[in-house]
């Protein structure tokens, strides 16, 4: 299948197409929902779709995974080599790192904006000292690095209906939505990392603290207090993906069952995280295995229909609700995606 992919994109030089593979690897080992949903564009869009995954774990990893027992500053040595190979990556088509080298080329296929990896590595960089954040408007000035600015990289290779400019901040709202989703799912691995991404305003709100979630953390049972913050946080999260939804139908219409999966499957873990009563600071939500079966079977026929229609738009859909959707042929496995 990476083959495939590969052919179908135009990548023929051995050494990207290795670069590529390693995305790939990355992605389908590290981002279940995500490359699942990759499953469902067509083949020539895959290898972006991965290389700008692999760029963001790998950096990722450097920040949480580089070494148990590296300091920040290590760490911010590793970050500041990574940036210097992008930065050559970027002016020569080429990097170091095989992310770099895969990240660099789909740059220059999609004409993807520079500053987007510049402003992700930058908040990849707070995160080395930056451990809470005062207010929901501070952890979206965070998020506008972390998140909006993969919205914004994606865009280009998706392909647009309307003028980008106007399908943006869906986008960029989209990539906020899907990481406070993973904030209000990781509550308590981020707590052992020494984070909280629940802002502190909402906390005092509801007569929460950190201590209040270390003590639920070490217990295994969840405060009252706590819980009425986390259903607020659900709450702001599902805000987000309304902003965010009328952005699909904006895509170029072979992109959009992809998009509407990935929509439906990260809203489908808010459902997880209500379902065992907000536990997630003991207890990682998870969307079952059959539910993704039966998203990813949906998406496969939003494939078909797309196809069907090329020659002319597709009729206008009403914005997915994440965690809902109707349901047909489930016996399709999502490992059927070609």
Not at 80 to 97: K, M, P, S
Not at 173 to 199: C, H, K, M, S, W
Request: charged content about 25%.
């Amino acid at each position: 299948m990476t083959m495939r992919e590969l052919d179908a994109a135009g990548i023929t030089d051995p050494a990207l197409r290795a670069a590529y593979t390693r995305c790939r690897e990355l992605n389908a080992r590290h981002g279940r929902t995500y490359f699942l949903a990759t499953r469902l564009l067509t083949p020539d869009r895959r290898p972006a779709v991965h290389a700008l995954y692999g760029f963001a774990r790998w950096a990722d990893d450097i920040v949480d995974s580089l070494d148990g027992d590296a300091g920040p500053e290590e760490r911010a040595r590793a970050l500041d080599r990574l940036a210097d190979d992008l930065a050559r990556g970027l002016a020569r088509g080429t990097g170091g790192e095989p992310v770099v080298r895969a990240l660099a080329d789909t740059a220059h296929r999609h004409a993807i904006e520079h500053r987007h990896f510049t402003d992700f590595l930058a908040s990849m960089r707070s995160d080395l000292t930056v451990t809470s954040y005062a207010t929901y408007d501070d952890l979206r000035g965070y998020m506008h690095g972390s998140a909006a600015v993969i919205g914004l990289q994606m865009l280009p290779v998706l392909g647009t209906v309307t003028p980008r400019q106007e399908a943006a901040p869906h986008a960029a709202e989209l990539g906020i939505a899907f990481q406070l989703t993973n904030f209000l799912r990781d509550v308590g691995e981020d707590l052992d990392r020494g984070r909280v991404y629940l802002p502190q305003d909402l906390l005092d709100c509801h007569g929460a603290h950190r201590e209040l979630l270390c003590h639920g953390r070490d217990t295994g049972r969840t405060d009252r207090r706590v819980t009425a913050a986390l259903r607020e946080f659900e709450s702001l999260t599902r805000a987000a993906y309304r902003r965010a939804a009328p952005g699909i139908a904006m895509l170029a219409p072979d992109s959009r069952p992809c998009i509407r999966t990935a929509f439906v499957l990260y809203g489908g873990i808010l459902d997880a995280v209500a379902a065992t009563g907000y536990a997630v600071l003991h207890r990682r939500a998870v969307v079952p295995r059959r539910r993704r079966a039966v998203v990813a079977a949906d998406g496969l026929l939003r494939v078909a229909a797309a196809r069907l229609t090329s020659a002319g738009p597709p009729p206008p859909a009403a914005p997915p609700t994440p965690g809902t959707l109707s349901l047909t042929r489930p016996h399709v496995r999502p490992e059927e995606v070609a």
